[in-house]
């Protein structure tokens, strides 16, 4: 089955600076590719995804690129802020991007220090 | 706003108990799922159900059942707890042929 890894357990930056963080999948059959949000003490919410017909996508201070090639994608975080502060899940599915078989990677802490 | 609601937020109980966890969107959705939350933050899909189809993770314990009143409700059961039941889980929906996910705020479970 698909195997989601996020290398980074936890990222640290300061508030301004732009973060990033990898995920890679291992399954070719792959072709959605979500993020979510998990705040300390709350539960997930979706901060944006890509499908494999496009490389990249972006959403105010939030771009995913996807390099199929390479089986990886990532969420890039510019100007980041104190409230970017959260366990960010990225996850894989293949096509037909059925819920039932989306996998998630382990998280990545990222903490923005003021 | 939440609206995935899921109660109770907590709940201890020992070894051998049944418990029963609740459910309800109010967001219209057809398929709703249960996810466990390990204690390092994984998460791992356990049920999906909408009105015509149940999916079971083949790793689920038989303890553990999804229960549908209707497309809004999907509540957890689990039959006799074991210390490993022991996580946080959370219930999610999603629209038909969409699939962003909404997550309730998550029940944790301490099985004692």
């Known amino acids: 089955g698909e195997k989601v890894e996020q290398h980074q357990s936890t990222l640290s930056v300061r508030e301004g600076d732009s973060a990033v963080i990898n995920c890679t999948y291992t399954d070719t059959a792959s072709s959605y590719f979500p993020w979510y949000k998990q705040e300390a003490g709350k539960s997930l919410h979706f901060v944006i995804d890509i499908r494999s017909n496009v490389d990249r996508k972006q959403s105010q201070r939030l771009t995913v690129l996807l390099d199929k090639k390479a089986k990886r994608f990532s969420l890039h975080i510019t100007a980041t802020q104190p409230e970017d502060s959260a366990i960010y899940f990225c996850?894989?599915?293949?096509?037909?991007?059925?819920?039932?078989?989306?996998?998630f990677g382990k998280g990545t802490l990222l903490t923005v220090t003021p | 706003e939440t609206a995935v609601f899921q109660t109770p937020n907590y709940h201890v109980t020992q070894v051998g108990n049944e418990v029963s966890f609740n459910c309800k969107q109010t967001l219209g959705h057809d398929t709703m799922y249960w996810y466990k939350q390990d204690s390092k933050k994984l998460l791992k899909i356990m049920f999906s159900?909408?009105?015509?189809?149940?999916?079971v993770n083949e790793t689920v314990p038989r303890r553990f059942s999804p229960q549908s009143s209707d497309k809004a409700h999907l509540n957890l059961r689990i039959k006799s707890v074991e210390p490993e039941d022991s996580a946080v889980y959370l219930c999610?929906?999603?629209?038909?042929?969409?699939?962003?996910?909404?997550f309730g705020a998550g029940t944790r479970l301490s099985v004692l």
């Open positions: 999610a929906s999603s629209p038909f042929s969409q699939n962003t996910l909404y």
């Open positions: 159900y909408n009105n015509k189809q149940l999916i």
């Open positions: 996850a894989a599915s293949p096509s037909g991007g059925s819920n039932y078989k989306l996998t």
